[in-house]
């Protein structure tokens, strides 16, 4: 079966840190450029970050500025999102998705599953005292 799962979620404290990671299964990532977005609650789904499919270029929404990193191994066909100083507005399902065929800048114009050549099924992040 051809999809992309994320993992790493789960509740931390507000100045916390988690590492999200996505994984392919039944196809490999080498070829797609990679995002990560979430949504929460009562919000609109926004992205993230997104990464090339080399790795060489990212793109960084201002929510995510200085406080995550987003990397890829593609020996591991795996991407991570590092997120760190973490905040209450950080609670969210967070998701990856796969695109091939465009630039970090595309990909990240981009809000939803539609256009997208793959899409998780989220990993919540709660970030709560």
């Known amino acids: 079966q051809l999809q992309l799962v994320e993992s790493g979620g789960g509740l931390v404290q507000p100045g916390g840190s988690l590492r999200l990671s996505c994984a392919a299964s039944?196809?490999?990532?080498?070829?797609?450029?990679i995002g990560w977005f979430r949504r929460a609650p009562g919000k609109e789904r926004e992205a993230i970050s997104c990464?090339?499919?080399?790795?060489?270029?990212?793109h960084y929404e201002d929510s995510a500025k200085g406080r995550f990193t987003i990397s890829r191994d593609n020996a591991k066909n795996t991407v991570y999102l590092q997120m760190n100083s973490l905040n209450p507005e950080d609670t969210a399902t967070y998701y990856c998705a796969a695109m091939a065929g465009t630039t970090v800048q595309a990909m990240c114009s981009l809000r939803g599953p539609r256009g997208m050549d793959y899409w998780g099924k989220g990993t919540l992040v709660t970030v709560s005292s």
């Open positions: 990464i090339s499919s080399s790795g060489g270029v990212t």
């Open positions: 039944g196809f490999t990532l080498d070829a797609f450029a």
